[in-house]
């Protein structure tokens, strides 16, 4: 079974810029999530899809990012403009079902270095 | 707010220990807990999953305990490989939200 798949692994851009990331989750899973990791932190949720619907997008900060899920399958993430503070690792996670109680599968993640 | 604190300085153990790693939470009734390993470069790695009513889980050499009393879970690796060595992560969730993640505590297996 193949995994989430992310792209690109690595970008470096600089501030003010945009920049967008793209998720392929596992075949069937119909709960996608976006999450960003700050070096030494946890991963921290920004935003959460069920099918091609946000379910939570709570911490999603929403005037430089955005993010959508078109036909419930792959997602992009984007920042428009970059900050300094956008430096981090953004992952993808899909899980089968979107009650919670199942594991998420994650990907590699794409590092982002805004200088 | 939800906080959720994990050991913020690296566990040194030595191989063929056991591990114990604490995550503590406050401000918040999780319906289930989850434990992940993530190595450097890599995504998170599902390891095992407890809810409210369970008390213990095990899987093979893993063992997790959930106090909702304490607002605690230890996670334990027993007869500990160097290959164990990465950074676990403790997460919260309920019902049909994302999880919230600890910073993780660094583990460190020596030969």
């Known amino acids: 079974e193949a995994g989430v798949a992310q792209s690109p692994r690595y970008k470096i851009i600089e501030k003010r810029q945009s920049v967008a990331f793209w998720c392929n989750p596992i075949s069937g899973h119909a709960t996608l999530y976006w999450y960003q990791q700050i070096l030494g932190q946890g991963p921290k949720l920004l935003i959460q899809?069920?099918?091609?619907?946000?379910?939570?997008d709570s911490q999603l900060p929403k005037d430089r990012f955005s993010a959508e899920r078109l036909k419930g399958v792959d997602s992009t993430l984007k920042i428009q403009p970059a900050k300094l503070e956008d430096s981090a690792v953004y992952l993808c996670a899909s899980s089968p079902a979107g009650t919670g109680f199942y594991e998420q599968y994650f990907g590699p993640g794409t590092r982002l270095t805004v200088t | 707010s939800q906080k959720i604190e994990q050991n913020s300085e690296a566990l040194n153990i030595q191989e063929g220990k056991t591990a114990t790693l604490t995550c503590n939470y406050t401000n918040y009734s999780p319906a289930y807990l989850q434990w992940y390993r993530q190595d450097p470069g890599r995504g998170p790695v599902f390891l095992l999953l407890?809810?409210?009513?369970?008390k213990e889980k095990r899987k093979e050499r893993l063992k997790v305990t959930f106090d909702t009393t304490l607002k605690q879970s230890l996670f334990h690796i027993t007869a500990s490989q160097p290959a164990d060595s990465a950074t676990y992560l403790c997460a919260l969730g309920g019902g049909a939200d994302g999880l919230t993640f600890g910073k993780g505590t660094h583990l460190i297996i020596q030969p």
């Open positions: 407890i809810r409210e009513n369970e």
């Open positions: 899809f069920q099918n091609n619907g946000v379910v939570d």
